[in-house]
């Protein structure tokens, strides 16, 4: 199941997120999400999180 978020971010950063999603053949929504997999695999979240 997913879930809609929200976030805010400038035009430039933008553009720049819609140029690299179409090079590497992504919508600018999968681009995101990888990068916050990425994210939380890297920062280990799991051990900051009581389940």
């Known amino acids: 199941m997913t879930t809609q ?4 971010i400038n035009s430039e950063m933008k553009n720049r997120l819609v140029k ?3 090079v590497e053949g992504k919508t600018t929504s999968q681009m995101v999400r990888d990068l916050i997999e ?3 695999k ?9 389940n």
Do not use: F, H
């Open 5 to 8: 978020m929200i976030i805010r």
């Open 20 to 22: 690299l999603a179409r």
């Open 42 to 50: 890297e920062k280990d979240i799991g051990s900051y999180i009581d």
């Open 38 to 40: 990425d994210y939380i």
